[in-house]
């Protein structure tokens, strides 16, 4: 149990801190409201009007969340796979070709569909 305290202190402090900023961000910040700032920001130019419902976004949104994430999931992997490189041998050097293969494919079929290329 002893281990766990120090990660239930940095828990508390962290959640501590979020709390205060947020009761002292509405203490001390302006309360002059005005439709200018409760409109949504879109970079400057004039917000354009949704659809009710929500709207539908283009699938090419969906593709580079999920490239994304195929490549995030292989820097995960490849930083433990490189420290831990020479006690391996063979073995984890074939599975990191099999691994980095299935990446390959996954990349492939991304930019075969037209996922990489912002129209």
Do not use: H
């Not at 509405?26 to 439709?35: C, E, H, L, V, Y």
């Not at 400057?44 to 949704?50: A, M, S």
């Not at 090419?60 to 490549?71: D, G, H, R, S």
């Amino acid at each position: 149990m002893d281990l766990y305290v120090p990660i239930v202190v940095l828990g508390v402090l962290a959640f501590g801190f979020a709390a205060v900023s947020v009761v002292m961000g509405s203490f001390t910040g302006p309360k002059r409201w005005n439709r200018a700032k409760l409109d949504a920001y879109e970079c400057g130019i004039e917000p354009t009007p949704q659809p009710t419902g929500g709207g539908r976004f283009p699938v090419k949104y969906y593709l580079t969340a999920m490239l994304f994430i195929v490549f995030d999931i292989e820097i995960i992997f490849l930083y433990p796979w490189a420290v831990a490189f020479n006690s391996l041998g063979l073995f984890g050097l074939v599975e990191m070709v099999m691994f980095i293969a299935t990446v390959l494919v996954a990349y492939a079929y991304v930019w075969r569909r037209g996922g990489l290329e912002w129209d």
